[in-house]
């Protein structure tokens, strides 16, 4: 089992930055962010395999890039931020060798919210 905490969630308005940081407490090939917003399914966001390929949503490329700072913290560095990004997100983590925002992760964090106004 492999237990994640997440940080950094608040309120900024559009236009503005956030970083989001998750720790966890024990190394797992792919971890990565997913979000949900109110009434909507989870989605995934970035992922980072070992030792750093890189997947995003389409919807947050070029804005959005994930970052690993060793075998088991992650970071997302959030910018040109819009309400449509509101959402609580979830670090995730899994052993597999399969890592991406269309795949299944085995372990997840409580998630923080991120609230962003116009």
């Known amino acids: 089992q492999v237990h994640l905490v997440e940080s950094g969630g608040g309120s900024v308005q559009a236009g503005g930055s956030l970083r989001l940081s998750c720790v966890a407490s024990?190394?797992?090939?792919?971890m990565g962010w997913f979000r949900q917003a109110p009434g909507k399914e989870r989605e995934g966001v970035a992922t980072?395999?070992?030792?750093?390929?890189t997947s995003y949503a389409d919807s947050v490329k070029g804005r959005f890039t994930i970052s690993r700072d060793n075998a088991k913290n992650i970071d997302l560095q959030m910018n040109s931020l819009k309400p449509e990004d509101t959402a609580t997100y979830y670090c995730?983590?899994?052993?597999?060798?399969?890592?991406?925002?269309?795949?299944?992760?085995?372990?997840w964090g409580k998630g923080t919210l991120v609230t962003i106004s116009s």
């Open positions: 995730a983590a899994t052993y597999s060798g399969m890592c991406g925002v269309s795949y299944g992760m085995d372990f």
């Open positions: 024990g190394w797992t090939y792919c």
């Open positions: 980072i395999g070992s030792p750093d390929h």
